[in-house]
């Protein structure tokens, strides 16, 4: 290898703060070191382009272009200019190159006398999770097969530009610019080779535009008729061609989530030893993995299973932030002792957080044997601020990252075992809410509340009442007053034998 192959490396940047160290990282730490690393912000108004200064202060190879904002074209394009090597690569501000990823490909590239390679890929989520199982490139790609499907990612694209000039490699303003300007340099007689190895991926975020298909097929249409000037027929043969590709490619991007991925975390009490543990598990008809949170001031403890948690304390809240803490797979569904699950509910389970691959939070409908305390089922559909009210803990799964990394915990004030003896969940669901995290509610029964008498609610009383007026304050404490108000107009024909509207409203405002 010579030394003076240095290859260029394009970054455009756009307020990329929750990703770009990552990606920093992944290119600093190439095993093949003779690079040029050229980010070019586009006008972010994030810290962005501080992230870069950091690592440039102790990294000569990186160097950054300010510019305003004009678009990822243009960026890109500004790197291409400023581009002093003889091998050209690209990469995102949100994605990330294994760290043999240049040294690999350019031995491709030389070995074979290539001018244009790129290389197998997988998708991440927004999260960083993988999506799909290994993404193809294929032997090789002319002109006519990327017209029908190509595979080429900025990410994965390496360009000897001793073989093809700059100005081929220059990116149109349009949508897909990428796809656009890998026709270009086909249609002028060169060929894409395929290598067969993974050595980047490629996050699909929320927001990214090749998550919103209906946008990407419609551009497309657009690329072939406006772009390519291909007329009527070639178009429909071309994008029928995209369309059935799209939909095999998008098949293996669905990330079945199997039943060793679930946890049950199970809040009791006084469990003594290993037949209790069966016992409690036959009787919820737990058939998959499992958290028991076992709090007891008991000393005569003889549980060895390390999927048992032996504490010394109480309270539901701080049970369910021992989970938190220490569950260890990637769904958790929350349980007390007293549910019983029903056969069917791995398989509701899956199929919801399969349906709903953005969600944060799933909540289930759970039937309750309390005739004082029915649960109401709602409609399938996103939780908000007033749906969250009606959700109690044991209907709540949660995937385990999505709750640590936005530090979400229960309220160790509030819930079974301490002076405001429920409310835990609301508030917990409000906070996921206003950091701004998917909830959504499934209309599918998967378990049912064995107890049929409820361990805190002894009637409408003015204790009940100054105890929700708490929970509210915590929910929102701008608009406490308001929920206050909602909920003594919406239980009314619940409580009025009791109290009148007046009285309700003065004991939750904590005025009697």
Not at 208 to 215: A, E, M, T
Not at 292 to 300: D, L, P, V, W
């Amino acid at each position: 290898m010579k030394c003076n192959d240095l290859i260029s490396i394009v970054i455009p940047v756009y307020n990329a703060s929750k990703y770009i160290e990552e990606t920093i990282k992944s290119i600093e730490n190439q095993t093949y070191q003779n690079y040029e690393a050229i980010f070019i912000d586009d006008g972010s108004s994030d810290n962005s382009v501080e992230i870069i200064e950091k690592h440039k202060s102790q990294n000569s190879k990186i160097k950054i272009i300010k510019n305003s904002h004009q678009g990822v074209s243009k960026a890109r394009n500004i790197g291409i200019k400023n581009a002093k090597g003889r091998f050209l690569t690209f990469i995102d501000s949100d994605d990330i190159w294994l760290e043999s990823k240049l040294e690999k490909q350019i031995e491709f590239v030389k070995e074979n006398d290539y001018a244009f390679v790129y290389c197998n890929f997988k998708y991440l989520s927004d999260d960083g999770r993988k999506l799909s199982k290994e993404i193809k490139a294929g032997n090789k790609t002319d002109y006519n097969k990327a017209l029908k499907n190509i595979r080429i990612l900025t990410a994965t694209a390496m360009i000897d530009l001793n073989k093809i000039s700059k100005e081929l490699c220059y990116m149109p303003d349009v949508m897909n610019e990428d796809i656009v300007t890998w026709w270009k340099i086909l249609k002028n007689d060169y060929i894409a080779y395929g290598q067969d190895e993974v050595l980047a991926y490629y996050r699909q975020t929320k927001n990214s535009r090749s998550s919103k298909k209906h946008i990407t097929s419609y551009y497309r249409w657009k690329l072939y008729r406006e772009q390519e000037k291909l007329g009527i027929f070639k178009s429909i043969y071309y994008f029928t061609n995209y369309v059935i590709n799209a939909i095999i490619k998008r098949s293996s991007l669905k990330r079945k989530i199997n039943s060793s991925k679930i946890q049950v975390a199970i809040s009791t009490q006084n469990l003594k030893n290993e037949s209790d543990v069966d016992k409690l598990l036959k009787k919820m008809n737990i058939k998959n993995q499992f958290l028991i949170i076992n709090q007891t001031s008991s000393e005569n403890i003889d549980i060895k299973n390390k999927k048992v948690i032996t504490k010394n304390e109480k309270g539901l809240s701080r049970s369910r932030n021992t989970v938190i803490e220490n569950a260890t797979e990637d769904i958790i569904l929350i349980a007390d002792d007293d549910v019983i699950y029903n056969n069917r509910y791995e398989e509701i389970i899956l199929k919801a957080w399969n349906k709903y691959k953005n969600a944060d939070i799933i909540c289930f409908y759970v039937e309750s044997k309390n005739a004082k305390r029915k649960i109401k089922r709602m409609r399938t559909g996103k939780i908000g601020y007033i749906r969250a009210m009606r959700i109690v803990s044991f209907e709540i799964s949660f995937k385990k990252k999505s709750i640590q990394e936005n530090k979400l915990k229960f309220n160790e004030n509030f819930g079974a075992g301490t002076e405001n003896n429920r409310g835990e969940e609301q508030i917990f669901l409000y906070e996921a809410i206003r950091k701004g995290m998917k909830v959504i509610f499934v209309n599918k029964k998967i378990w049912e509340a064995g107890q049929k008498e409820s361990t805190w609610f002894t009637g409408y009383n003015p204790e009940f009442f100054k105890i929700q007026g708490k929970i509210f304050k915590k929910m929102s404490a701008k608009y406490y007053k308001i929920l206050i108000l909602q909920y003594a107009i919406r239980k009314y024909f619940l409580y009025n034998k009791e109290f009148s509207m007046k009285q309700a409203i003065k004991c939750m405002l904590n005025e009697h």
